[in-house]
């Protein structure tokens, strides 16, 4: 997985200059900084609406496409990968937040 590999745990990388919010890699940062502009994302179908295209993303797949995200190895099925995600780190490799 790429955050185990390239990520070393407890490694923080780059700071915001809007609010000196400490993240991982430059990737992160980017896509942080989209919470500090005006930029407004909306959801074609409904009246939801975000700060980020990728909470659009998410919000597409689990309300108005009900994308399941199934866990490799148990029965355990998720809405939302970053969910699927957490569950992975936390019982399958024993990982805490």
Do not use: P, W
């Not at 430059?26 to 179908?45: A, F, N, V, W």
Request: charged share 35%; net charge positive; hydrophobic share 25%.
């Amino acid at each position: 997985m790429h955050q185990t590999s390239v990520h070393k745990e407890g490694e923080l990388k780059v700071s915001c200059t809007q609010c000196n919010k400490e993240l991982a890699c430059k990737r992160s940062l980017l896509s942080h900084m989209q919470l500090h502009g005006d930029k407004i994302y909306e959801c074609k179908i409904c009246d939801f609406v975000a700060k980020r295209r990728d909470s659009i993303v998410r919000h597409q797949e689990s309300i108005h496409e009900k994308k399941k995200h199934n866990c490799s190895e148990c029965n355990n099925v998720y809405n939302d990968r970053s969910d699927l995600r957490k569950h992975q780190r936390s019982v399958h490799e024993g990982k805490t937040f």
